[in-house]
């Protein structure tokens, strides 16, 4: 069973630029998770979707960013216009619907590492 | 004051000692806990999981949980060079509430030494 997976592994934009991030979530898992973390900080939840709802958005940092999960697959984070501090390892991860008899764990992809100059 | 305190490291020990990793926490609401391993590049992987307070084992790994203290630990046992890695430990509210977000610690870099 493939993992999450994520794309692209590493991004360099320019100040002011737009990019997209996206995550393929494990086949079959409801739940997707977006968090980041900034350089010599922790682990921050960005939000969670449950299908193609958004749950719980109360970490997204402002309206730069913007979350969609369209058919409740995959799902994009796009940051426009990208600022110096939004520089960070971005993280999405999934996990099944507990109700349905799967699991907390959440399962973490590796991340897109992304710069901005 | 962050929700979650772990000390960031780094710990280095020769091969085959016990470590110890541990984290506080604030929020007295959180009733799962549980400890990831990073890997260089990687993503979090979990490692254990408990549910409120009490010991949890798993081969050379061992989880505590002391709510009253507010403080959780994680042991590894004959620790190998394999287990070179940053610990992450992270806390969730009950399952069914408003949220599923984990709350992380900054992590602790482990180097185990051959």
């Known amino acids: 069973e493939a993992g999450v997976t994520q794309f692209p592994s590493h991004s360099v934009i320019e100040k002011g630029q737009t990019v997209t991030l996206r995550c393929d979530p494990i086949?079959?898992?409801?739940?997707l998770y977006w968090y980041r973390r900034v350089m010599g900080k922790e682990i921050k939840f960005l939000l969670h979707?449950?299908?193609?709802?958004?749950?719980?958005e109360s970490g997204m940092p402002n309206n730069r960013f913007l979350a969609e999960r369209t058919g409740g697959t995959y799902s994009t984070l796009k940051v426009q216009p990208a600022e110096l501090e939004d520089s960070g390892v971005y993280f999405c991860a999934s996990s099944q619907d507990r109700i349905a008899g799967g699991s907390y764990e959440q399962y973490f992809g590796p991340g897109t590492r992304l710069t901005v100059t | 004051q962050k929700e979650v305190e772990q000390d960031p490291g780094p710990l280095s020990v020769p091969e085959g000692a016990i470590v110890s990793l541990n984290c506080t926490y604030s929020?007295?609401?959180?009733?799962?806990f549980m400890w990831y391993r990073q890997y260089s590049r990687k993503g979090p992987e979990l490692l254990m999981y408990?549910?409120?307070?009490g010991n949890k084992e798993d081969g050379r790994f061992t989880a505590q949980v002391d709510k009253s203290s507010k403080y959780i630990s994680l042991f590894i046992r004959d620790s190998q060079p394999s287990d070179s890695a940053t610990y992450l430990c992270?806390?969730?509210?009950?399952?069914?509430?408003?949220?599923?977000?984990?709350?992380f610690g900054t992590g602790t870099l482990l180097a185990v030494q051959p």
């Open positions: 929020n007295s609401a959180f009733q799962y």
């Open positions: 086949s079959g898992h409801d739940n």
């Open positions: 992270a806390m969730r509210l009950l399952y069914g509430g408003a949220t599923n977000k984990l709350i």
């Open positions: 979707f449950v299908k193609e709802s958004k749950q719980d």
């Open positions: 408990t549910y409120s307070s």
